[in-house]
């Protein structure tokens, strides 16, 4: 079975720009403005999109009629939601370097890297046994979960890679394994 996985991160946000934690933040007013000027996208089979409000509204921004699906979901980052990277770095520098250098660590109390990429492992894997053409609006970290899963490589790199906001990305399943996609 075929499966097309095309990827939308949501728009920007003022944590984005602010480089904090995120809380249920809605979009940048011009966030929803660069959306609803993007390319058409292909038909989809499914299109779903993360609980959170800036996930929606991207969907919505890109005239999409999304169902919400609970897996694609941010990090959890418990305490940290709402906090400045500086002021983490200030007031706790070794559980911020702890949770930075071991992906199976959560200093914060939420979810770790290493479970968030079991996370969406999981609900790619359902896709792909489904087959078809499935858009799914999320955010950064569960793209990146979502590449390093695909490469199958260490947790360590989740790191490795930078998902800007309104990046697609496109992945393919043949019904055993997942590759990227790039298009022209």
């Known amino acids: 079975m075929n ?3 095309t990827w939308i991160c949501h728009g920007a946000t003022t944590a984005s720009r602010k480089a904090l934690f995120p809380l249920d933040e809605p979009l940048e ?3 929803a403005d660069e959306a609803g000027r993007m390319a058409a996208l292909p038909r989809a089979d499914r299109i779903v999109a993360s609980p959170a409000l800036r996930a ?3 969907a919505e921004a890109l005239r999409l009629r999304a169902g919400i699906e609970p897996s694609l979901r941010d990090c959890d980052h418990g305490r940290w939601a709402g906090r400045s990277i500086a002021a983490l770095e200030a ?3 070794e559980n911020l370097m702890l949770w930075m250098t071991e992906p199976e660590a959560a200093p914060h ?3 770790s ?3 968030l990429r079991k996370r969406v492992a999981g609900w790619m894997d359902t896709q792909s046994a489904e087959g078809g053409h499935v858009i799914a609006v999320s955010h950064a970290a569960v793209i990146r979960a979502a590449v390093a899963h695909v490469l199958q490589a260490p947790p360590s ?3 490795l890679s930078d998902v800007e906001p309104l ?3 496109r992945m393919t399943s043949n019904g055993s394994r997942w590759s990227l996609r790039f298009q022209h």
Request: net charge negative; glycine share 12%; no cysteine.
């Open 56 to 58: 929606r509204q991207t």
């Open 91 to 93: 007031e706790e520098p």
């Open 167 to 169: 990046a697609i990305l």
């Open 29 to 31: 007013g011009k966030a």
């Open 157 to 159: 790199s989740f790191w």
């Open 113 to 115: 890297l290493v479970d």
């Open 3 to 5: 499966t097309r996985l």
């Open 109 to 111: 109390g939420g979810e």
